[in-house]
């Protein structure tokens, strides 16, 4: 199975702050990375899907990079709506394994 | 606009088998480019993928949970079902079914249902 390792496990950041979240897999997924946001009690929601490819209906704020094992996302001004916590999730290979998860919270 | 929704029983003994079944609203049930999932989250912690199923037939499941996880689809009533077997409490988790695209979107969930809450205990 793949592991997929993301970095910090959580983060304190005020509103208006550049936030980048990691996450790192075991062995090369191509750009087979996906990022989700998920808020308490809510179904988690796309956000992010092929590494770098923004999913309709979500703000230009978030976006993807990476390739192969290492991948960010990266909020470029933190909202009051983005306190959340995010999960990637590759989808490489078979069983599709989540990242642990990065809680970000307000400062 | 495509919904899903689970049902199941809430609360099930140590030791039983779960069963779930997810209703798919919507004309993407018949879709070829989706994989029908399953996927849990015990309280306080993350994301655990168990499983899916193609309009195939052909279905993948988490090698944790191979021996205890059957996932089935009935394309008549647009439902997908999850079966469990030998629960503990281990098992305790909000149970989400979902689709992924197996094509488009590099294979990503974009469809979810509310979750549904299973508690396991005697």
């Known amino acids: 199975d793949i592991q997929m390792t993301q970095s910090p496990s959580s983060l304190s950041a005020s509103v208006g702050d550049r936030v980048t979240i990691s996450c790192r897999a075991t062995?090369?997924?191509?750009?087979?990375l996906n990022w989700y946001q998920q808020k308490p009690g809510k179904a988690p929601n796309l956000l992010i899907y092929g590494a770098s490819s923004l999913q309709s209906g979500v703000p230009s704020r978030f976006s993807g990079s990476g390739s192969g094992t290492d991948f960010t996302l990266t909020i470029s001004s933190l909202q009051p709506a983005d306190f959340a916590t995010y999960y990637c999730?590759?989808?490489?290979?078979?069983?599709?394994?989540f990242g642990q998860g990065t809680k970000v919270e307000i400062k | 606009h495509v919904q899903l929704q689970e049902s199941g029983p809430g609360l099930v003994k140590p030791s039983q088998t779960l069963s779930l079944t997810c209703t798919v609203s919507g004309d993407s049930f018949s879709s070829v480019d989706y994989y029908w999932s399953w996927i849990r989250q015990p309280p306080g912690k993350g994301l655990e993928w168990i499983g899916n199923i193609h309009n195939s037939g052909s279905t993948y499941y988490n090698p944790s949970l191979k021996s205890r996880v059957t996932i089935s689809l009935d394309t008549s009533k647009v439902q997908f079902s999850l079966r469990l077997s030998s629960l503990t409490a281990a098992d305790t988790a909000m149970y989400y079914c979902?689709?992924?695209?197996?094509?488009?979107?590099?294979?990503?969930?974009?469809?979810w249902g509310q979750g549904t809450m299973l508690t396991v205990s005697s």
């Open positions: 979902a689709g992924a695209a197996m094509s488009r979107l590099f294979g990503a969930i974009d469809m």
């Open positions: 062995q090369t997924i191509s750009f087979y």
């Open positions: 999730q590759q989808t490489y290979s078979w069983p599709r394994t």
